[in-house]
């Protein structure tokens, strides 16, 4: 098993920055080499890809609507991914979710994934 635990929402206004932060533990990380990944669900909505990053750190893909404002990266050796969040909108919203696939290679699918945690809140004001 592998627990995920975010952290770094809040209330921003709009054009601000936040870091989201996300941990993961568990004795089945040391078999396999897992991409990671964000996604967010908006109010009354469902969950949506953000952005996705492979075991290596060195391929990445982004929705297209944060695109130049989100960076996604990890670092291995804390077991930790992140989620850089410039140029915040309104629109950006949301319950912000991580996950992680049994697979080196990163995907943008729901299903792909097979752990995730809680949810962090980001909530960007106007």
């Known amino acids: 098993q592998v627990q995920l635990v975010e952290s770094g929402g809040g209330l921003v206004q709009a054009g601000g920055s936040l870091r989201l932060s996300c941990a993961a533990s568990?004795?089945?990380?040391?078999?396999?080499?897992?991409?990671m990944g964000w996604f967010r669900q908006p109010p009354g909505k469902e969950r949506l890809f953000v952005a996705a990053i492979d075991w290596s750190g060195g391929d990445t893909y982004y929705e297209d609507s944060v695109k130049g404002r989100f960076t996604i990266s990890r670092d291995n050796a804390k077991n930790t991914m992140y989620l850089q969040m410039n140029g915040l909108k309104p629109e950006d919203t949301a319950v912000y979710y991580c996950?992680?696939?049994?697979?080196?290679?990163?995907?943008?699918?729901?299903?792909?994934?097979?752990?995730w945690g809680q949810g962090t809140q980001v909530t960007v004001s106007s």
């Open positions: 996950a992680a696939r049994t697979d080196s290679r990163i995907a943008a699918g729901r299903y792909d994934y097979d752990y």
């Open positions: 568990g004795r089945t990380l040391s078999r396999y080499d897992m991409a």
